[in-house]
């Protein structure tokens, strides 16, 4: 997912040099990056990296995200995000895992969500408070966390 999100990346350069994603959040027009540091800050903590392309036009949002914490067992939670931009700069999606499946082997397992994550952004996107919860185990149940503030970060570094 990584080399895909690199790759779309390079094709949206021009578009990222001619309009920056705060004017673009801004004017809630158009395609443009969105990353976001998602945690209270406090030594322990858990954290919550996510790198999103907000499709404003359609209201759809398509990235991927990691948690991580250090503590033991450390936490790291890779997902695949997809989800919604909607009216009020509001952020609902949900994580699946990352599942490396060759395309001639069918359409692969069922896999169950290992993510869920609303986030509530300023007018200009740059900042806001954000829930999330996410899954040890497979079969296991969310542990939610939030709210917790959620700042713009560099995306794609």
């Known amino acids: 997912m990584k080399k895909i999100l690199a790759t779309v990346a390079a094709i949206l350069a021009l578009f990222v040099m001619t309009v920056s994603p705060a004017m673009a959040a801004e004017e809630a027009v158009g395609l443009f990056p969105a990353c976001y540091g998602i945690g209270s800050g406090l030594d322990g903590a858990p954290y919550f990296e996510v790198e999103l392309f907000v499709d404003s036009a359609r209201g759809k949002v398509t ?3 990691e948690i991580f914490q250090a503590v033991n067992p450390p936490l790291d939670i890779q997902t695949k995000l997809l989800g919604s931009y909607g009216i009020a700069n509001v952020i609902q999606a949900i994580g699946y895992p990352d599942i490396d499946w060759p395309p001639q082997a ?7 969500s ?7 952004l300023s007018k200009d996107n ?3 408070e954000a829930i999330y919860g996410y899954r040890r ?3 296991g149940d969310f542990e939610f966390v ?3 503030p959620a700042t713009s970060v ?3 570094k």
């Open 154 to 156: 560099p995306c794609f």
């Open 63 to 65: 990235g991927e995200g």
């Open 106 to 112: 069918g359409t692969g397992p069922v896999t169950q």
């Open 114 to 120: 290992n993510v869920e994550l609303l986030m509530l």
């Open 137 to 139: 185990e497979e079969f």
């Open 126 to 128: 740059q900042s806001g």
């Open 146 to 148: 939030g709210p917790v």
